[in-house]
Structure formats: structure tokens, C-alpha cells
């Protein structure tokens, strides 16, 4: 091999050298690009969870001061339901705050019962769930959007849910609902009696976060009709 051919060689082995580092130069900018590209999704996904975190625990702490609320109240109908039997209100001719047909029956029934201890047991989730129904509409005071549901027979309570649907005073669109079933009386008692001191007033049968999600301008709504082919 002549020395021309040899120059020739070594031309083509600068080449392919040179086009190798900038092939690998391209891969490391890419790679780096891809690196810092991930890297500030991942912080944008990090600083959006720590907002939501902060607003649903914002949202929260309100819903347990809700809840504090609702089981004061409760406690309060508690004491008015140990009044009524501790001071033997049953044996009243009238009661200030009982409906009278409700009273006279209470009163009759305890009058005409063989076992009055039993009559009274099993009379004490009626005074508690009437006394409960005017506790709870107290709520209206601190909480207008409470909703206070009862199942009634007649002048009879019972059961009672309680509904709020709470709003990020920052971010509208950010909501908790919650929802509160009232236990009865005797159920926390007995639960109680049992040992169980992590029993409550109330269930929670509802604890839940939800957004209002944009609508695209071009999304269409179903208006209903039907339209045959």
C-alpha cells in the first residue's frame, strides 16, 4: 500500500470517527433532553398533588368540625332522652315538648306493660331519634347547605342522615361530600356496655373528594329525544 492510499485510509477513519461522536453527541442531548423533560413532569405532578393535598385536607378538617357539630347535637339528645326517663316525664299527663299522641301512648303503654323496665327499653329510641330531629335542625344556624334527612312514620322518627356538600373557598370547583347516618341510641349504648369506646353517635356513609371537570366547547349533550332511523 503506497503512501497516497494510506492518506486515503486515514481520511475515511477520520470520517467515520467523526460521524460516530456526533451521532453519540445526538444521543446524550437527547437523553438529556428526555432527563430534564421528565424531570419537570415529575414536578409539575408533584406540586399538583401537594395542592390537591392541601385542599382536600383544608376541606377535611371542616368536615370533621361538621361532624363534631352533628355528635354535639346528638349528645344533647342524649341528655334530653336520660331527662325524660330519669324524671319519669312519661308519667306526665303532658309533655312541653312530646306530640301528644306520641306521649299518651308512651304513657298508656307503661301503664298497661307487664315488664315497665323492657316498655322503657324499648321506648328510648323513639324519645331519642325526636329529640335528635330537633337538635339536628340547629345545624341550619352554622351550616345552611346541611341537609337533615328523616324517615318518619307519622310523628315517629325513625332514622336520620345528614348531608353536606362542602367547597374550597378558594377553588370553587373543589368539593368533599359527606354524609352522616344517625345510630340509635341503644345501639351506641350497648356497643359501649360492651367495651367498644370507639363507637359514635353517628355512621359515615359518605367521605368523598370530587372536581367539576371542564367541558370541551365541542362536546355535545344528549337532549333526551330519541331519534329513530
Request: aromatic share 12%.
Amino acid at each position: 500500500m503506497d503512501i497516497k492510499q494510506l492518506k486515503i485510509a486515514a481520511t475515511q477513519e477520520d470520517g467515520s470517527t467523526s460521524v460516530l461522536v456526533i451521532l453519540m453527541m445526538i444521543v446524550l442531548v437527547s437523553l438529556g433532553y428526555f432527563a430534564i423533560a421528565s424531570a419537570n413532569s415529575n414536578i409539575k405532578l408533584s406540586n399538583n398533588a401537594l395542592e390537591w393535598s392541601k385542599k382536600y385536607y383544608r376541606l377535611d378538617g371542616e368536615a370533621e368540625e361538621f361532624a363534631a357539630r352533628v355528635d354535639e347535637l346528638l349528645f344533647n339528645a342524649q341528655l334530653l332522652t336520660n331527662e325524660y326517663f330519669d324524671t319519669e316525664q312519661y308519667l306526665e299527663f303532658t309533655h312541653p315538648d312530646l306530640p301528644l299522641s306520641m306521649h299518651m301512648l308512651i304513657t298508656e303503654g307503661y301503664q298497661e306493660a307487664w315488664d315497665k323496665e323492657f316498655f322503657l327499653e324499648q321506648t328510648t329510641d323513639t324519645i331519642f331519634y325526636f329529640y335528635a330531629d330537633k337538635e339536628l335542625s340547629k345545624l341550619a344556624g352554622a351550616y345552611p347547605d346541611a341537609v337533615v334527612s328523616c324517615l318518619r312514620d307519622g310523628d315517629y322518627v325513625l332514622g336520620i342522615i345528614c348531608d353536606i356538600t362542602l367547597s374550597h373557598e378558594e377553588s370553587l370547583d373543589y368539593h368533599l361530600n359527606v354524609s352522616l347516618t344517625v345510630n340509635s341510641y341503644t345501639t351506641y349504648r350497648y356497643a359501649h356496655m360492651d367495651g367498644d369506646i370507639s363507637a359514635k353517635r353517628y355512621k359515615v356513609t359518605e367521605w368523598s373528594q370530587w372536581q367539576n371537570l371542564p367541558m370541551d366547547e365541542g362536546t355535545q349533550l344528549w337532549d333526551g329525544n330519541i331519534i329513530l332511523p
